[in-house]
């Protein structure tokens, strides 16, 4: 029977990223005199910062820190790493088969919409690549908060019974079980494939460019 909707995450997932959101994090903790390991921040990747900063740091921390962490963190990041962002080996073909497949291909992140418009930049057609984008600047509450996908399924006015969501983070494959959608784990940013399988993940492949090539086996088409 396969879906009619494929969800794609961003960063870690279309996206070769979440070491550069690692990089920018660590260096503004620096600059707030704090130093935060690369694999606690690597775990939190995926979630919005208004969920990862406190995980990484106390709720109390947060509130009384956490806006000028995100800001100094943001100036870095778009100043010295946007400019670098690639997509994965796969990310432009799998959008295009999946539309030749007549699927409904859409986009939601913890991001902010300004890094998403950038991405965008990389795709034929730009937004109109997708027939639906969220971003962190769209919801009040980002992943593993269902929030994101709820607002896609609202507007493509589809079920999540006929959708797929594509991710590489624990906080993607929580934030679909909550939406009631099936998720499909990618290995590319970092996670390892026992906890994407302990958190929901239906299939787990390499990358998106491992699931093109067994896409008519995947849960998408059968």
């Known amino acids: 029977m396969g879906k009619q909707l494929v969800i794609f995450d961003a960063d870690g997932t279309l996206a070769d990223t979440n070491h550069q959101f690692v990089e920018a994090y660590q260096e503004a903790f620096r600059r707030m005199g704090r130093e935060v390991s690369a694999d606690l921040l690597l775990a939190t990747v995926g979630m919005g ?23 100094i963190a943001e100036k870095i990041y778009l100043a010295e790493y946007l400019k670098k962002s690639r997509l994965f080996s796969g990310a432009l073909e799998i959008v295009s088969a999946l539309k030749m497949k007549g699927k409904s291909v859409a986009l939601a992140s913890s991001s902010q919409r300004v890094i998403i418009d950038h991405y965008l930049t990389f795709f034929p ?3 109109d690549a997708f027939a639906a984008i969220v971003t962190f600047d769209d919801v009040t509450h980002s992943k593993p908060h269902p929030e994101l996908f709820q607002k896609i399924l609202d507007k493509l006015r589809m079920s999540p019974f ?3 969501a594509v991710g590489d983070s624990t906080w ?4 679909a079980e909550r939406a009631s959608i ?7 940013g970092g996670t390892p494939e026992e906890e994407l399988k302990k958190y929901g993940a239906k299939e787990i492949y390499k990358d998106v460019k491992h699931l093109l090539r067994l896409l008519n086996r995947s849960l998408i088409i059968t």
Request: net charge negative; hydrophobic share 40%; aromatic share 4%.
């Open 49 to 71: 910062h208004d969920q990862a900063v406190p995980l990484v740091t106390s709720a109390e921390w947060y509130k009384d820190h956490g806006a000028e962490l995100i800001e």
């Open 125 to 127: 057609g730009g937004k």
């Open 172 to 175: 993607d494959m929580r934030a």
């Open 182 to 188: 099936d998720a499909i784990a990618v290995l590319s």
């Open 162 to 164: 006929e959708t797929c």
